[in-house]
């Protein structure tokens, strides 16, 4: 069942470990209907607020002593609490011992995604795979872009966002021959430099429907 998306939304989406990719996204966009504070709370973080003593230590300071602004900062921070709430029990284990919300996102990140040299090398490995890319005869255009989305969606994560522009380019290079005269047809009606993704799928899976039923008709 998906998960609504919005500021009326129940539940955030549950993070098990092998879903991070997809978590993320959603959690960000859940965390920004909360508050687009609440958002920046995670990015730049809180600590609970300190007092100076005569010594020169920084003790916490007790709650009944914030004043106005620490108590919204303090609120803004427990807002975001639905990362902790996001998490199969394995997941909160990482979890347990931070303070704040951005602790925990950079502890899930680094458990998830690794270190600098590990995305690194992730990012190398996609622009393999994307690279390698190509539609099967046996695939349909559903299939396939199901498959150009993945590799799209975890190149965003990765912070290797894929140009739409190298997208289509991919896609029309990428395609069997009996989308030939289609591909053709593109070329001819479109600047294929400001085509968007989203419409050349729709138009392929248009003419696949197309030679799909008038493959029926001749029969």
Known sequence: MEIPYSGTAQRPPILDGSNY?????????????????????????WNPPRKTDGEGDFPLKPETDWNADETAASNMNNKVNAIFTSLDSNMFALVTNCVCAKQAWEKL???????????RTKRRILTTQFENL??????????????????????????DAISNKRLVSKVLR??????????????????????????????????????KFGKKDKR
Not at 25 to 32: C, D, Q
Not at 185 to 198: F, M, P, Q, V, Y
């Open 109 to 119: 990140q680094m458990h998830c995604e690794g270190s600098n040299s590990v995305r």
């Open 21 to 45: 990719a997809i978590w993320k996204v959603r959690m960000r966009v859940y965390i920004k209907s909360i508050d687009e504070k609440a958002w920046q709370c995670v990015l730049q973080g």
């Open 134 to 159: 190509r539609m099967e005869e046996s695939e349909t255009i559903d299939d396939y872009e199901r498959r150009l989305r993945k590799i799209e969606n975890e190149a965003i994560d990765l912070g």
């Open 174 to 211: 990428s395609l069997p021959k009996r989308f030939q005269m289609k591909i053709c047809a593109i070329h001819e009606s479109k600047d294929t430099s400001i085509l968007g993704l989203d419409e050349l799928m729709s138009s392929l899976r248009t003419y696949e429907l197309e030679m």
